[in-house]
């Protein structure tokens, strides 16, 4: 069955229908990783978006469930450029068109994404519409005006946990507990918590500052998530009560951004976004630099950013973005990327021991 890609510029796109064969609208992003297509598939960021992946061949090594980072598959659908139905691999436990067939996404296969990703670093990311239907030209201006009216919406709210949930270290325990703020968290991060002997207890995007504080926890984790930063108004009002506390705070990607606006600053939409498992980043204390797993659309504008508040801690090689922020007489540290990496590398995992640190050194009464 065809199916067919239509941009919100008009530009459109023919290929083969491998998932559910139903339309959808959706933000379309891209992702330049190789591997881990399940991983992104599961990962709550792409709430409401649509991935194109860039590398030509998805689905060569099947599905392996241990490998989702959620229980879910939050992309609207996916593009690529060829999807096997053939897994090679040992592990494997079913095949990556069946598991969109089963959660209903839409998928195209034999589209030019070189092209088309080509076409999203040059006009910027942008609405389109995956169909199986032939649409008339007379039916275009309607139907153009329609894609370019969505946006996406209450991803934090779709994603975040329904209630809050305790889970034990999976290591012998170090006597810390940590509060998790999900706004769409991964699995990972909480799997490299309780990795590293603590206690966590992960809370959804609903709760309040007075119920997170009255857990008591070491240390506060604000995690990954979709959309729109500035969306979550109820959450940024709860950081700026969580700021003012002295509890030690990580926080990453969608975290990070939101502590940013809790304390003032201003975030804004990228052209085309980071994603994928390649992006260098400067350490702006030591000069090293990571390669880093990365999925986000929008930053924090560094010209908001009041020094007496926080300062640059990371940048991005590339384009010179924040990638980082250290707060100043505050025991918090945010970053844009993933240190818990899953599809990796695994470059910057290091910084969940740091967090261990920050929590040790404000027990004993001294920042880290």
């Known amino acids: 069955m065809k199916a067919y890609l239509i941009l919100e510029d008009g530009t459109t796109y023919c290929g083969t229908s491998v998932g559910a064969p139903a ?55 996916m593009i690529a450029r060829n999807i096997s139905d053939i897994p090679s691999n040992f592990r494997s436990e079913n095949t990556l068109p069946n598991l969109l067939k089963k959660y209903h996404i839409p998928a195209i296969s034999g589209i030019d994404t070189r092209a088309l990703t080509k076409h999203l ?13 032939e649409y008339l030209q007379e039916d275009l201006p309607k139907l153009l005006m329609k894609i370019r009216g969505y946006k996406v919406t209450d991803g934090v709210r779709m994603t975040t946990a329904k209630e809050a949930e305790e889970y034990a270290p999976t290591a012998p325990s170090i006597g810390k507990r940590v509060a998790l703020y999900d706004m769409g968290e991964k699995e990972n991060i909480l799997r490299s918590l309780r990795a590293r002997g603590i206690t966590v207890k992960n809370f959804p995007a609903t709760a309040s500052a007075k119920e997170i504080l009255a857990y008591r926890p070491d240390g506060i984790m604000i995690s990954n998530g979709p959309g729109d930063p500035k ?85 991005n090689v590339n384009d010179k973005t924040n990638e980082g922020l250290r707060y100043v007489d505050r025991n918090i540290l945010t970053v844009q990327f993933h240190p818990e990496a899953s599809p990796g590398p695994k470059d910057t995992e290091g910084l969940f021991d740091r967090f261990v640190e920050m929590m040790e050194a404000q027990h004993a009464g001294s920042f880290y």
Not at 121 to 133: H, S, V
Request: net charge negative; glycine share 8%; charged share 20%.
């Open 231 to 315: 969306d979550n108004f109820h959450v940024i009002q709860e950081l700026k009560e969580i700021y003012a506390s002295d509890v030690p705070v990580f926080a990453i990607c969608l975290g990070h951004q939101l502590m940013a606006l809790a304390t003032g600053a201003d975030t804004y939409k990228l052209p085309y976004g980071h994603r994928g498992a390649n992006h260098p980043v400067k350490d702006l204390e030591t000069g090293r630099v990571y390669i880093t797993s990365q999925n986000h659309g929008y930053a924090v504008d560094m010209n908001t950013v009041d020094p007496k508040v926080a300062v640059a801690a990371y940048e």
């Open 121 to 133: 670093r040059t006009a910027g990311t942008m609405n389109g519409m995956i169909t199986t239907k």
């Open 23 to 77: 339309e959808v609208i959706a933000e379309i992003v891209f992702n330049t990783s190789m591997t881990g297509y399940l991983e992104i598939l599961t990962d709550p960021s792409y709430c409401g978006q649509a991935v194109v992946f860039t590398y030509p061949l998805i689905g060569n090594y099947g599905i392996c469930f241990d490998d989702m980072e959620s229980k879910n598959i939050w992309p609207k659908a």
